[in-house]
């Protein structure tokens, strides 16, 4: 909930007095509110600078260390001030998040300073104002991929090979960084000169040589030497099929290997060698054998792997690939449309060149791009003038305007990553409405819980003094006590407000699953009245150690609440896993996460409890095991009750001992 | 104390909010309104100056141009009941609130309708609540503002309650409520009848002596 919403709660709670006229039940006790009225300003020192606030200001996020009772641990008594031994420039923004409720990156700090600032205190980065997230997400992305790559540099080059590494991972490392060893640098060079070396031969068998003797034409030495060519042609041949099969054999996943784009050239640069000598000599196909042929000058791109230039070439002409599609797609809109006019133009001339629009289309783009052959000209008068608008705008729209055009599509380029930043974001923020939603509703579910069972707990407290000696009974006082305690004094009058609403329209509130569960009940049309009797049930039974009997009396609790008996479930087990969360969002009192160590046996004050149950067809499961505490009555057809929720943080389980 | 009195007082400076929505955000960015003296506000209510403060800082906070119009109200109204929609009450109380009727709440319709709902007495209480549920201010609750007033408050409990929400609920709470207000059968509910069968209702006369000590 919004920190300046924390002022107007005396507002709701006043507007709730309409409420009164209409209700059918009596209003619920307001909760006694102790705290000290009189809102007092404290003095915050960090490193020297002093900062004063109004101790309101600071309690509005409690779950924040300024917020809590964590900031008692900073407390000078001497000063009678908390002294923060921290960066004061950073603490300005701190401070400015409890005043204004949103918090804002400053841009001319360090990310990764201003990252353990928010830890230090407590504060989640997700609630960094609109204004200043994209900036911050971007340079916490970038950030994050140089540290990324430096530590793959620092790992991939020279780090010392494991020691009991197989000779096939070695032999992955020799190939990947040909640095490391001696032999994988000759192996490193010598493929590179044959690359170079096939590359050079492709193009030399095509240069014309002096004919032999008998012969009047030119013949490509291709021909004349067709032996040592294709001795050549072989031994490079080899090498790339030998180099291609150790790579295999050496590679950690084969599959990822062949998919890879290094790989897929290897391959398609020595496959025609290989068809060549499959095919036969044959007139019809040797047309097609000839286009394989081609597909040998892919050997250059072998030469990536040696050059780090072209792989990063490659990469930027990958990236920038929708940006060069959208000028590709304008150029051939403006070649159609020219094409079109001049064919049209020129239609009726006798002897035009000018014989379909595809013909006109070689036209239009040797006139666009200023080259002008003279193999295509127009004869009539509206060609000429077409063909000059043709030529003009082909000078506009390629030769002139291509730095404003590469900036232009990196601009539109970065919007639409921004667009498509936004839409994630907003899912992003979406959920995180939900999470914070579905967390006050969880919140009040849980203090009613907790009145029910304070309710309970007194009543115990007083049938158990009879039977047994006082030891079960005042710990469980004094834990309900400190469960209601631990939550803010906001909390409660909020708890309040809704409890009187409920109480005005006698309807109470429920979370999801246990709606549609009475949906689904009330189609089935079973009576409640067994929940009475398992209540009581409960209360009898209560022989296992101090924690237990809470969690069987929350389990009768909300039975009762949710009283609806499930007739299609058999007889299942009930498992009861307790979860709390050690970071959230949604307000959570830190103080009692300061005092989980002494209060270990409570496991409850924890607003965001979530207790998923869940019904799994076990036989009932002993109790010794602490993580599986079983309900004390396995009673086929079990009451389901889930409250499971989706946070994802981590999550700690309590002992029942 | 005489410096924050004399800080506050000033002159009250306010312009009439325009009726275009799309110039709404940047009228509202321009309209800057200086409550009355602390003073002053202290005699017309039963605040004392510290509360008046208290409340005010918080009420500058959320609204620095110093007036609240319907739509952030009812934002923050619904932040309270994140379950259901509180929209519908919001705006009968934003009409409660606003007695001038001038489409904006400032401190001092806040303070004075706070004033009479904690601090007042049962009399004022009970004709404050009377006029938010007259929603025309003809002087009469029929039985069509009851079903309004009623189903706005079914509105904010939302889908999932228990037991679960029947489309008729919120008619049978206002015949509940007629059948105990309306004394002479007449179908309205007038301010007379309306305080005397609170006074006679145990229930409601200690109930609203609840929300005493919010502030």
Redesign the interface.
Known sequence: MAAGVATWLPFARAAAVGWLPLAKKTMPKPPVDNSSRSDEILYVNVSGVRFQTWKNTLDRYPDTLLGSSEKEFFYNEDTQEYFFDRDPEMFRHILNFYRTGKLHYPRHECIQAFDEELAFYGIVPEIIGDCCMEEYRDRKKENQERLAEDTEANEATDAPLPPHSTSRERLWRAFENPHTSTMALVFYYVTGFFIAVSVIANVVETVPCRPPKGRVKDLPCGEKYQLAFFCMDTACVLIFTFEYLMRLFAAPSRCKFMRSVMSVIDVVAIMPYYIGLVMPENEDVSGAFVTLRVFRVFRIFKFSRHSQGLRILGYTLKSCASELGFLLFSLTMAIIIFATVMFYAEKGTKGSTFTSIPASFWYTIVTMTTLGYGDMVPNTIAGKIFGSICSLSGVLVIALPVPVIVSNFSRIYHQNQRADKMRAQQKVRLARIRMAKKGTTNAFLQYKEDRALGVRATHRGQVLTSETPNKTKDPDSDNTALCVKNRSAFEHQHHHLLHCLEKTTNHEFTDEMTYSELCMTESVGFRTSRSTSLSSQQGVQNNSTGCCPRRARRRAAMRLANSTVSVSRGSVQELDTLHIKTTSIASQNRSSLNAQASDLKLNCGEPDFTAAIISIPTPPANSPDESLPSSPAPIPGILRNTRARAFTHETVKISSL | MGAVVGTLTMQTKQRRPSTDKADDDLEMTMVCHRPEGLDQLEAQTNFSK?ELQ??Y???K??CPSGVVNEDTFKQ??S?????GDASTYAHY?FN?FDSAHTGSIKFED?VT??SI??RGSVQE??Q??FN??DINRDGYINKEEMTD??RA??D??????????KTD?PKQ?VD??FQK?DKNRDGVVTLDE?ILS?QEDE??M???Q??E???
């Open positions: 510290r208290v409340l800082r918080g009420f906070n959320e923050i109204y932040q309270f009941f994140p379950h109380l409660a806040f309708a706070l709902l904690l209480k009970l404050w609540t938010l549920y007033i009623v408050i079914y904010m409990m939302g889908k999932y309650t228990y037991p679960v929400l609920a709470h509940a409520f207000m309306f609170c229930n409601i200690r109930s609203l609840l929300f000590n919010v502030i």
